[in-house]
Structure formats: C-alpha cells, structure tokens
C-alpha cells in the first residue's frame, strides 16, 4: 500500500523530479526520484508514495518489502531535505521496545558508530515487538 502523502509533499516531491540536482530521476510513466542504490538494487520514490524498485532479477516494480520501503523515506529524507518523510514509519506500539541491534538509529552500528547500512532486525523503523519472554523484552521501552 503506498504512503498517503499531503498535498503539499506530493508537489515538493514533484518539483524535484521538475528540477532534479544531484540525484537520478526515472521518466514518465513512472516517474520516480532514484533514492538508495547498491550493487544489485535501486530504490525510487513517486511523488504520489509508491516505492519502485529494480535489480537484477527484475525490471522497475512497486515494492511491500518493509525494509526496502523504510530504509528509502530515512535516505529520501535526508537527500531532500523532506525530514517529514520519515513520519511514514511506523511509529512504536505499546508492546514495542527500542531495537537492541541498532539502539533505535535505524541503522546498523559497529564500535558504536551509526553505519550507512540500514538496520534489518527492526526492518529500519528502530523497534521490534519482542517475543514474550524474550531476552529484548527486559530492555528499554520506545514509547
Ligand atoms: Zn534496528
């Protein structure tokens, strides 16, 4: 299901594809800003809150994986400068916990240190719902 953007996102995110500096834009009929890239995949976010993908095995698609979906609004808001963007991500449930992979950064952390690689235990939102009696469980409350 796409992200239900306002509005006024909608049209900033268009804007951009308009006048794109710095970053990839795919042309209609799919027009879509190019946002997280590596070897194999790409990521690209349509103004009306769609994310498409393409990699090796398949030409442009729309994605559900949550990772991939979560792990594009964090990168397209820091890229655009759209902080409202991560809004998107599910917030924490009242039985969630800070993720203890990525201490709730979202993204992977090595010698203490925030990684550009996005976390997938928590699927990149920076919690988990812990399994009943679950080592997580004992840890700090996100909400
Ligand atoms: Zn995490």
Redesign the pocket.
Known sequence: MPFDFPPMLRQQLVTMMEHPSGYRVLPTPHPALSVLSDFSTTTYLTADGRVLMDDDDQPLHETHDPYLLHATLIKAAERFHLPQLRTFIPACPPEGVV??????????IIDGQPLNI???????????VPALDSVAATEGECH
Not at 118 to 128: E, L
């Open positions: 993720c203890p992979t990525c201490q709730g950064t979202q993204r992977m996005f976390c997938h235990p928590c699927q990149a939102r920076g919690w988990i």
